[in-house]
């Protein structure tokens, strides 16, 4: 555990999957946590509740961030509940797979979309959340390992690609306010994001057979990762993108 009480967080799309694990794992630190939602409250709801019965502090807010008007709703939330408080860490977190977008099947509606959620909000929610950002905060930015091994799904890989340079540009320019900027970029996590990891005993196989570690991913596994560059202990690392998937593509098969 690191020490985050009294601080303030903000995790986009925590109301399922890897952003829920990562606001459990900073509210269980003691920092007070913003869960936005895109449209599933019932799930955001779930998280905020978890967090309060383990002791922790906790409110949902919600925006769909492939709209950009939206953020306005999300800051006003967002400040209502910091009530006057700056927001310490930032987790972009929220983002989706398009399975048809791929060379063959992408259109400029599906490219356009992807793009407004995993790439267009990141940037314009930071640009928002800065103001409202202690110097010395923390800003992570959830990427993929598919920004180094090639998948079919080109237009999501190019997405998560381009935030991996957001974070670097970010954390030149924010460096002079003490605020990292980093990148966590998961590997094969067992989320809904993946269905297809649990549908069949061979695909969990299959992914274990590529892995140092021998098993797929955890959404907690990200999560405490997540909290370490939150906490007092990353302060001397910004600009990096730490690959967390269990050694996944390591080489060849043994
Ligand atoms: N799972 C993996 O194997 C894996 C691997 C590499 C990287 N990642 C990355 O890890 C992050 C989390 O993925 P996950 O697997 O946890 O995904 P997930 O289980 O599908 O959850 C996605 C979250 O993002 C929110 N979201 C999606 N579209 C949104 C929109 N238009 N507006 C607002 N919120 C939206 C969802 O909100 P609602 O609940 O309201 O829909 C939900 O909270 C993503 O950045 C993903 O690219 C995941």
Do not use: C
Not at 30 to 46: D, I, M, P, Q
């Amino acid at each position: 555990m690191t020490d985050l009480t009294g601080r303030t967080a903000l995790v986009t799309g925590a109301s399922r999957g890897i952003g829920r694990a990562i606001a459990e794992r900073l509210a269980a630190d003691g920092a007070l946590v913003a869960v936005h939602y895109g449209s599933n409250e019932t799930a955001a709801k779930e998280t905020v509740a978890a967090i309060e019965q383990a002791g922790g502090q906790a409110f949902a807010v919600r925006a769909d961030l492939a709209e950009t008007a939206e953020l306005d709703a999300l800051f006003a939330g967002l400040q209502e509940g910091l009530a006057g408080r700056p927001l310490d860490i930032l987790v972009n977190n929220a983002a989706y797979i398009d399975y048809s977008a791929t060379i063959e099947g992408a259109t400029p509606e599906t490219f356009d979309r992807l793009f407004a959620v995993n790439v267009r909000a990141p940037l314009f929610v930071i640009q928002r959340a800065l103001p409202l950002m202690s110097d010395g905060g923390r800003i992570v930015n959830v990427s993929s390992g598919v920004t180094w091994f090639a998948t079919p799904e080109v237009v999501y890989g190019m997405s998560k690609g381009a935030l991996n340079v957001l974070s670097r540009s970010l954390a030149k320019t924010q460096g002079p306010r003490g605020i990292t900027v980093n990148t966590v970029s998961p590997g094969i996590t067992e989320t809904d994001m993946n269905g297809w990891l649990t549908e069949s005993a061979d695909a969990a196989r299959a992914v274990a057979g590529i892995t140092a570690l021998g098993r797929h991913g955890q959404p907690a596994d990200i999560a405490d990762a997540v909290a370490f560059f939150a906490s007092d202990d990353g302060r001397w690392v910004t600009g990096q993108t730490l690959e967390v998937n269990g050694g996944l593509l390591l080489g060849p098969p043994a």
